[in-house]
């Protein structure tokens, strides 16, 4: 097996990399283990990014600080209302998906602690009446 070994300028880009990127990658190569782990012929397998080489380009277009000689805004890493709007999309996506599954987990919660609640509250009642 061989070892990667990343040098000291990969450390760097990759830190420099937006997270919704870096989610991108990840994603990726959870889809790539699926595929490789699964049963499926590889020509039906569906991955999350169809097109993964223009999703990951549009988004690094999106974030690009590199700096300009003279620091100003210039039409090549300014987004576009398209890509600005496609970007609002993917983060509202991500967020409000995060957001139910916090949501799930605590009403879940919520649920059993009321049930253990209302057992207990049962429990107490019946015990006054036959104990009066």
């Known amino acids: 097996m061989s070892v990667f070994s990343p040098s000291p300028q990969f450390s760097k880009r990759w830190l420099s990399i ?44 999106i974030y690009d600080t590199t700096p300009t000689s003279d620091n100003t805004p210039t039409s090549a890493n300014t987004p576009s209302n398209e890509e600005l709007n496609a970007l609002e999309d993917v983060i509202y996506k991500k967020l409000s998906n995060q957001l139910d599954d916090f949501l799930s987990e605590q009403m879940a919660q919520q649920s059993e602690d009321l049930k253990v609640w209302l057992r207990k509250l049962i429990k107490e009642e019946l015990s006054i009446i036959q104990n009066p």
């Open 18 to 61: 937006p997270v919704i990127a870096k989610q991108a990658f990840h994603q990726e190569l959870e889809d790539i283990i699926a595929l490789l782990k699964s049963n499926q012929p590889a020509q039906e397998f569906r991955f999350s990014h169809q097109n993964f080489d223009e999703d990951i380009t549009k988004l690094l277009h």
